[in-house]
């Protein structure tokens, strides 16, 4: 695949919603609130993103961060940010760091080839390339965008704002 379609697929072109539309006009007060038989906000779905996200570019800075002991570390325990104002920064957050993932998909073929070692203990001794780590994050970014679509629209928000039309 080419670093076009990962860049797209960052931002949610073509096939995908945008990704920052997906989540920038939910008010506080929804991302907080769960619904029956899920276990999890959008404000929990997006901070959990966001985790990811920030894990994984510190592998590629080459920071080793500790990969948790139990799933649960990535996701936060309450389901309501504690304020509009820590909502606004995850979502400052998110955007933050899809312009980083976007930096490194528009890199030169000698950063995307270099190996990223692994951090989880559970696997194989082995590494990834930089950009192979790219396209989990795509796929997991757009396996939870998918989430909070749904969420929203089960709360009454949704869908988001598209500026393509059918």
Same mark, same amino acid.
């Given at each position: 695949?080419?670093?076009?379609? @990962?860049?797209? @697929?960052?931002?949610?072109?073509?096939?995908? =919603?945008?990704?920052?539309?997906?989540?920038?006009?939910?008010?506080?007060?929804?991302?907080?609130?769960?619904?029956?038989?899920?276990?999890?906000?959008?404000?929990?779905?997006?901070?959990?993103?966001?985790?990811?996200?920030?894990?994984e570019l510190k592998r590629i800075r080459g920071e080793n961060p500790a990969y948790p002991a139990h799933a649960?570390?990535?996701?936060?325990?309450?389901?309501?940010?504690?304020?509009?104002?820590?909502?606004?920064?995850?979502?400052?957050? *998110?955007?933050? @760091?899809? =312009?980083? *993932?976007?930096? *490194?998909?528009?890199?030169?073929?000698?950063?995307?080839?270099?190996?990223?070692?692994?951090?989880?203990?559970?696997?194989?001794?082995?590494?990834?390339?930089?950009?192979?780590?790219?396209?989990?994050? %795509?796929?997991?970014?757009?396996?939870?965008?998918?989430?909070?679509? %749904? @969420?929203r629209a089960a709360l009454g928000a949704g869908p988001p704002t598209r500026p393509d039309t059918?």
């Amino acid at each position: 695949m080419n670093q076009t379609v @990962l860049e797209e @697929l960052l931002y949610g072109r073509g096939a995908h =919603a945008d990704s920052v539309v997906c989540v920038s006009d939910i008010p506080a007060e929804i991302a907080g609130k769960t619904i029956t038989g899920y276990p999890h906000s959008v404000w929990q779905t997006l901070w959990h993103m966001n985790y990811w996200m920030e894990h994984e570019l510190k592998r590629i800075r080459g920071e080793n961060p500790a990969y948790p002991a139990h799933a649960s570390e990535s996701w936060p325990e309450e389901p309501a940010p504690p304020s509009q104002d820590a909502w606004d920064r995850e979502l400052k957050r *998110f955007a933050e @760091l899809l =312009a980083e *993932f976007r930096g *490194f998909a528009q890199s030169q073929a000698e950063v995307l080839d270099r190996q990223v070692p692994e951090t989880d203990p559970t696997k194989a001794v082995r590494s990834r390339s930089v950009i192979e780590v790219l396209w989990q994050i %795509v796929a997991h970014n757009s396996y939870h965008l998918g989430q909070i679509i %749904v @969420l929203r629209a089960a709360l009454g928000a949704g869908p988001p704002t598209r500026p393509d039309t059918w």
